[in-house]
């Protein structure tokens, strides 16, 4: 039997022969110019969609028209992602351990201890060159900030900004429940009697704090490091990180009355979607208390731009302080406490044109290019020139950069971080659906020693 | 064959063979003894261990079989080959093939799109269609059952990914069995319900054995296709809490979210040794067929 026939192989034949000088005929543009890449999770119309346009609608065309004005032939390309933030760190990883990827991408400021000890990152100087060190805009970034992209005491990326963790709260409901506005509880217990409140009503689900590992990062973000902070209890303090402490519990045993008390939806905590899906059932009207962070308010909610978009957000949804467990009982005395996380922008040290990627980045950073990411809106970014200019007229953007930046904490810049937080997540998974508190909590204890190296580096 | 090889002389044979050789070596060989390379070494994707792996020996293998996240995983997998591979796609397609054999009708023909349908569209799609299907806010089984606010993937997820599986699979192995069926003289069943044998009579002591060897071939090649599937991930990705994690999405989880290349490595070449049981049965059996005359 005769697999094809002469015309068959024939045509293949020619058409392969045709296809090969096609392949190469890509190449020469890399001879009359030079070509980079931008990569971010971002994607018009859908995750983080006014960054991507951004990028394609005013970095990409003054970046291109400047370098053309200094006789420089430079393309710019844009590859937009729009995944789970744990899929764009794999993504991210596997394309630097095979050294290619984009000249310019974001990473979570967290993930870059990890990104510099596998070598896929190196400090910005000794990739960009010495421009870096007198770039104009290190003397806008607030020391703090820059925090997010140095590790072991070197500057990997350019910070994008930071951020601080809020209750939302939907003013709607909850005046059906007969609750105070503008509502500030004081303690944990306060927003329990809320949630009890609000649980009167048809169809809502009172209380929304991410938990388990469908979250992801979010649940540590979001919901277990801030409560934790909310006891006095840091996750690493003091050369240690903290085992079944008394403060594991107290947020375990927060976890539990919530969602075994029916003031929160366990499902929603284990829906591969579910955090997406608690944003659109509180645009909704549907969820009463949302812990997150301000990307929730900017990029989530926002009127025009957002994925689960609020036409009446400045009217209808409020914001309040993270209470700590009881007045006084959080992190340094506090009564309220937050965390704070942020992405930067680094710089592939496998790129072809290193030079002009530095470039590049650093006109993404500009206090002109950063207004222009903001198109009118407020959001706190790295630059206090940019800040002090945009904040003003926007309450709530003001409201995290006056009330919650100072009582805010950051998470541990050691590449473990990512393991004990997943095993964090697995305790409150594991409350979340009905196992008891203790038993989450010695277990939590015995994953976080294996991570860490025994027990003499876990305290309590 | 032999006559042609030696007409062809070795040189030109190993000429001829050499590309494929190469292809082999480069995407299955080499890659193979990489993974069990890594399997053998603590490679994270990650952090120090990415940039300095250390080879640990046979830890990998001996955390994995201690674990109870992975025999919990071995223990989902045999379910899901024995629900929807075995009993559900062939036994399902059995079924229908048998059910449809004499019918020339319109129905025939719709039962035959249906399920063809099923087969042609990426498993993707499908997964997509089912998530939309089982959603606990306004999914059509919802609606249709007068169930709202049932979450299916999240209460019942093995037999979310099960009833998935044999929906897609369901066609193939309903056309097997359709052309195998061709091969009973309808004479022979005539005899056989004459002389008063009951249905499960007929198919026991004519049909099977006409149709044994298809019947080997199915419940093989559907029970290696699905022991592999990956699909599943995206209805469920392994959770809640690992109640799905059947060893695809176990290997995805571990390498990929968990950034364990080494350990994920080890379990995979495990997963390779099973798959070669798979294969070897199924090798044997296509050389017993070959033997037969006729």
């Not at chain 2, 052309?179 to 009579?201: D, I, M």
Request: charge should be neutral; proline fraction near 5%; hydrophobic fraction near 45%.
């Amino acid at each position: 039997m005769r697999l094809f026939n002469r015309p068959v192989l024939i045509t293949a034949l020619a058409a392969t022969v045709l296809a090969l000088p096609g392949c190469g005929s890509g190449a020469p543009a890399a001879d009359e110019g030079t070509t980079l890449v931008i990569t971010a999770n971002s994607i018009s119309g859908g995750k983080n969609s006014a960054s991507a346009e951004w990028i394609k609608q005013w970095v990409i065309p003054r970046f291109e028209a400047a370098q053309k004005a200094a006789g420089r032939d430079v393309r710019v390309l844009f590859q937009p992602n729009g995944v789970g933030d744990e899929q764009y760190k794999t993504k991210m990883a596997l394309d630097l351990k095979s050294k290619t990827g984009a000249d310019v991408f974001d990473l979570d400021g967290i993930w870059v201890g990890e990104f510099a000890q596998a070598g896929y990152l190196r400090p910005l100087t000794e990739v960009g060159g010495a421009d870096v060190e007198t770039w104009e805009g290190w003397q806008q970034i607030p020391q703090a900030v820059q925090g997010l992209g140095i590790f072991d005491g070197k500057k990997y990326g350019l910070p994008q900004g930071t951020d601080g963790r809020v209750l939302y709260y939907h003013k709607g409901l909850f005046k059906k429940a007969g609750l105070p506005e503008p509502w500030q509880p004081k303690s944990w217990q306060e927003i329990l009697d809320a949630g009890a409140a609000l649980k009167k009503l048809p169809g809502v689900t009172p209380i929304q704090i991410n938990a388990g590992t469908a979250m992801g990062e979010a649940t540590a973000m979001q919901g277990a490091l801030p409560l934790l902070a909310g006891t006095g209890t840091e996750i690493y303090s003091g050369g240690k990180w903290t085992g079944s402490s008394q403060g594991v519990r107290d947020v375990l045993e927060l976890y539990r009355r919530i969602y075994a008390g029916g003031l929160g939806d366990p499902k929603l905590q284990q829906e591969a979607k579910g955090r997406d899906k608690s944003f659109a059932e509180f645009a909704d009207g549907r969820i009463g208390i949302l812990a997150e962070g301000d990307y929730f308010w900017r990029s989530v909610i926002e009127p025009k731009v957002g994925v689960a978009p609020m036409a009446d957000r400045d009217q209808v949804v409020g914001y309040a302080k993270i209470p700590a467990m009881r007045p006084g009982t959080g992190i340094r005395g506090q009564d309220f406490v937050s965390m704070s996380g942020g992405a930067v922008r680094v710089l592939n040290p496998f790129s072809k044109h290193p030079r002009q990627a530095w470039e590049l980045l650093s006109f993404m950073h500009s206090a002109e290019a950063v207004k222009a990411e903001l198109a009118g809106a407020a959001r706190v970014t790295s630059r206090s020139d940019v800040n002090t200019e945009v904040l003003a007229g926007d309450p709530m953007l003001s409201f995290v950069s006056e009330e919650i930046l100072p009582i805010t904490t950051y998470r541990p810049g050691l590449a473990v971080y990512p393991q004990v937080s997943a095993a964090l997540q697995e305790a409150t998974a594991a409350v979340v659906s009905g196992r008891p508190v203790e038993e989450a909590a010695t277990a939590y204890r015995t994953k976080v020693e294996g991570l860490v190296g025994g027990s003499g580096n876990v305290a309590n | 064959m032999d006559t042609d090889a030696a007409g062809l002389g070795r040189g030109r044979a190993v000429a001829f063979t050499l590309p494929a050789l190469v292809l082999i070596g480069v995407f299955l060989i080499f890659p193979a003894i990489w993974t069990i390379y890594l399997g053998l070494t603590d490679y994270r994707l990650t952090g120090l261990a990415a940039a300095d792996p250390r080879l640990v020996g046979a830890d990998n293998y001996t955390a994995a079989l201690g674990d109870g996240r992975f025999r919990n995983s071995l223990w989902l997998t045999v379910q899901f080959v024995l629900g929807s591979a075995i009993i559900g796609q062939a036994g399902l397609g059995f079924a229908l093939a048998w059910t449809m054999r004499d019918r020339r009708g319109p129905l025939r023909k719709v039962v035959e799109a249906l399920v063809l349908l099923s087969w042609i569209l990426p498993g993707s799609v499908v997964a997509f269609l089912w998530i939309a299907l089982l959603d606990r806010d306004g999914g059509t089984l919802n609606t249709l059952l007068g169930t709202p606010g049932a979450a299916w993937l999240l209460d019942h997820p093995m037999l979310s990914i099960i009833v998935f599986n044999v929906w897609r699979g369901t066609a193939f192995s309903m056309m097997l069995y359709s052309a195998a069926l061709e091969n009973v003289p309808p004479s022979h069943l005539e005899t056989a319900r004459l002389a008063g044998a009951s249905t499960f009579q007929q198919l026991r002591d004519v049909v099977l054995p006409r149709i044994k060897g298809h019947v080997l071939t199915n419940v093989l090649l559907t029970s290696l296709w699905t022991f592999n599937d990956f699909t599943p991930f995206l209805l469920t990705a392994g959770g809640p809490e690992g109640r799905s994690e059947i060893l695809s999405v176990y290997i995805y989880n571990v390498a990929l979210r968990d950034g364990q290349l080494g350990a994920g490595a080890a379990v995979s070449f495990l997963v390779l040794l099973i798959n070669l049981v798979f294969a070897l049965a199924y090798l044997r059996l296509l050389r017993d067929r070959r033997e037969v005359p006729g």
